[in-house]
């Protein structure tokens, strides 16, 4: 069985600043890890995803997540937000044997000017 | 990539009556297709996926069924509406060949039963 954990569920920051939402997950076996963004009443769109090869992944509008095996994590960062930043935004992780993703539960990113 | 088209954006529906939402898939063939529900504060809830005409996985118990009678379409259908049946409901196509394990989403319905 395979599980996502985010562990805030809602990130408030000042524009300009940078942002951290964090992500673990477990699966016994290997696994695809991605990140989407849901701007309000809309679909999700993937953001970044990590596959295989290098652990620092970089996506659209400035994010990258950095996949860590050992701790089990895959944390999304951006250096400096903007007010258009402001989304929902959910981790997911799929693993070899099934294309069924499992994702978390979101956390919600505000950013204040 | 793939386009997924979603539809209405929104509809309001009285307590037992009958649902049908419809998702088309352009730009993929033979995808795998997703409908989701999403309520406030607790993420996506998988409903049922279908990896080919025909084929259905129903993930959980309740009043909602899905069809997929062509390759490329993908309907969530219910008898009569419970007023647990109100939220947001995604539908998604798994990216081909080459884009493994990622999911296309549409715009959503948001379904409020009254």
């Known amino acids: 069985a395979q599980s996502v954990t985010q562990l805030d569920s809602q990130v408030p920051v000042f524009e300009e600043a940078p942002v951290e939402l964090r992500c673990n997950y477990s699966?016994?076996?290997?696994?695809?890890l991605f990140w989407y963004v849901q701007y309000p009443n809309q679909g999700l769109q993937l953001l970044l995803k990590y596959l295989s090869g290098s652990t620092l992944v970089k996506g659209i509008n400035g994010f990258e997540a950095e996949f860590n095996k050992s701790q089990t994590s895959f944390h999304l960062r951006k250096p400096s937000v903007h007010i258009s930043d402001t989304a929902e935004y959910f981790c997911a992780i799929s693993s070899g044997g099934s294309y069924i993703p499992t994702f978390g539960r979101g956390t919600s990113l505000i950013v204040h000017p | 990539s793939q386009t997924i088209h979603q539809w209405p954006a929104t509809l309001v529906q009285p307590v037992g009556s009958p649902l049908s939402l419809e998702c088309t898939v352009e730009?993929?063939?033979?995808?795998?297709l997703y409908w989701y529900r999403q309520a406030a504060g607790r993420g996506l809830q998988l409903l049922f996926y279908?990896?080919?005409?025909?084929?259905i996985s129903s993930e959980v118990p309740q009043n909602l069924s899905a069809s997929r009678p062509q390759d490329r379409q993908f309907i969530l259908s219910s008898k009569k509406l419970l007023l647990s049946d109100s939220g947001f409901y995604l539908c998604a196509g798994e990216g081909p060949t080459g884009a493994k394990n990622i999911q296309y989403f549409g715009a959503g319905t948001r379904l409020s039963v009254l």
């Open positions: 699966s016994s076996v290997s696994v695809y």
């Open positions: 730009g993929t063939s033979n995808p795998n």
């Open positions: 279908s990896v080919g005409i025909g084929q």
